[in-house]
Structure formats: C-alpha cells, structure tokens
C-alpha cells in the first residue's frame, strides 16, 4: 500500500496507480498542543511511505508514518521521500553547527528497511543512512515541458554544482549548448555572488536548471549577471521549494515560465517524478 504524507499527495496518487497498489486515506491531526498524529489503514506486506520533508513538521511526520505502518501491520516498509529537506547541510560549515543531512539520514533509517530520494543535493547524503538508500536523477523530467522550438537553445547552471544537471536536461531535450556560471554565497548574510560565463546568449533561448529554487536569489542572480539579453528565459529546477517570494523575484528577472516536478507540490509542479520513482522500486 502507498502511504502519503501531506506534502506528497499528488505525487503518490500517481505512484500507487503506476505500481496499481492502493492509496492508504491517512488521517492528519493535530493535537492542542500543535504536536502530530498520524493514522493509517491496517497495512499487510510492504508499505510504501511517500513523504517529502520539505519543512520540519513534515520530517517528524515522516518518522510517525514510517512507525504507523509498521504498528498497522506492514512486514516491509519502503521510505520514498521526493524531496529531502536539510540535505544542503551536508557539513558542519562553522565550528558548532550539525550534519542535519545526517541527523536527518540515522532518524530516517530506524523505521524503514530501504530509502529512496530524487535528486539529492549531493549524492554523498546517501552514505548518512544506516539503511540501503538509492537516489533517482529527476533532471531528464524537466526537458518535457519545456516548448519544441527552443532558439538555439543554451542550457546554463547557475553554479559548478549544477553542470551535470544541465548536460542531463541537455541530453534529454536532445539537443543544444551547456555552460556554468561561478556562485560564491555569503554563509553570513545569504546574500548569492554570481559571476558571468563566457558565452554568447544574444538572440539565443535561455533555459536555467538547477537541483533546488528556494528563494529564487540564485537564478535570478544568475540571469542578471548576463551580459546580453537572451532571447527568452525558462528556468527549472527538480525541487520548485519557491519560497520568500521567488516567482516575483524571477518574473521580474525577465523569466517566461517555471517548471518544477512534482517533488515538492507547487503551481509550476508541471511533470511527475512518479514513473522514475517505480522504476526504482
Ligand atoms: C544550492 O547550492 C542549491 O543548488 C541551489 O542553488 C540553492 O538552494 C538555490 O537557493 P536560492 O533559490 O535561495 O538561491
């Protein structure tokens, strides 16, 4: 049986009618306090947990799903989570700070036999599990929406850690150029530093792909920093997170359209992850 959590409702429907599984209906409460509480269906076989954890609340969800199903009765339980929240910490970047990714990970292992993610920020995050952990690349997902006639079209990652990304969507798109910006980001003030690629956008369409949109300050840093005007910009990213604001912020950076996948569920949500999630089941 497929079990949701909240932020994953769409993406799991989806899943449950590839795998023809059923979609377990969970009850979502909140106690007076604010504290959560799950229920699920009786469970038999494998439960299939589907919970992005995109926010804090989602995360300790997940930990209750994960427990739910087993108390209910699941003999396996797979733990698919679309989109990992705190994966970015990856390491103490100051004296005193956590590993969340870590945290996050040996938290998330107690409760299931296996994990699945898409696209983690790095793929390194997998070894923090203390349980088998896969990850599937949802780049190739985000050439679907974009329009056939792209002017000779010019594939740019914002920064050096997005290159492979942008070859993907490239290869998948099936054809035109790639080319990385530098990005240096204050660890203080947040504040994003980009500085420009050598190529030639002029008269050219413009599609920038990264893993994560969180404030949109990367992307539209990015588009900025261009030294001519393309001709048109699209701009996706696996994980639309969307949040302070971005879309204004990238609507005024002169971008035509958003594409997101269905990892976190928002309006530019435009292609499911669902297909490449049960392939690797
Ligand atoms: C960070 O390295 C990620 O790949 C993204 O570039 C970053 O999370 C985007 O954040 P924002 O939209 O807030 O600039």
């Known amino acids: 049986m497929i079990v949701p959590g909240t932020d994953s409702q769409a993406v799991a429907a989806e899943l449950a009618a590839i795998l023809d599984e059923p979609l377990a209906e969970v009850e979502y409460r909140r106690f007076a306090d604010g504290e959560l509480l799950v229920e699920v269906p009786p469970q038999d076989g494998r439960a299939i947990v589907v919970a992005a954890t995109g926010t804090s609340e989602a995360h300790v969800q997940l930990l209750q799903l994960q427990d739910a199903v087993r108390e209910a009765g699941a003999e396996e339980v797979i733990t698919v989570i679309p989109y990992m929240g705190y994966a970015r910490q990856d390491e103490a970047f100051e004296p005193g700070q956590p590993v969340s990714a870590r945290a996050m990970a040996k938290a998330i ?29 949802g780049g190739p997902a985000l050439a679907e ?15 050096q850690g997005a ?33 420009p690629a050598a190529l030639d956008v002029a008269g050219r369409d413009l599609v ?16 900025a920093a261009l030294g001519e005007r393309p001709e048109r910009v699209f701009v996706g990213a696996v994980h639309p997170l969307l949040v302070d604001g971005a879309l204004a912020k990238l609507s005024n950076a002169g971008v035509e359209a958003v594409y997101g996948t269905d990892t976190i569920e928002r309006s530019v949500s435009e292609v499911s992850v669902a297909e490449l999630i049960a392939a690797a089941i």
Request: aromatic letters at 6%; hydrophobic letters at 40%; charged letters at 30%.
């Open 163 to 195: 290159i492979d990304l942008a070859e993907t969507v490239r290869d998948a798109y099936g054809r035109g150029e790639t080319d990385a910006f530098e990005k240096h980001r204050d660890r203080e003030t947040g504040a994003v530093e980009i500085e």
């Open 208 to 223: 920038v792909v990264d893993d994560i949109i969180a404030t949109g300050g990367t992307m539209s840093g990015a588009i």
């Open 109 to 137: 292992s107690t409760g299931t036999d296996r994990v699945l993610t898409v696209s983690p920020h790095e793929s390194s995050i997998l070894d923090f599990f203390t349980v088998p952990a896969t990850a599937v690349d």
């Open 145 to 159: 929406p974009l329009p056939e006639d792209l002017t000779d079209p010019v594939f740019l990652a914002p920064d």
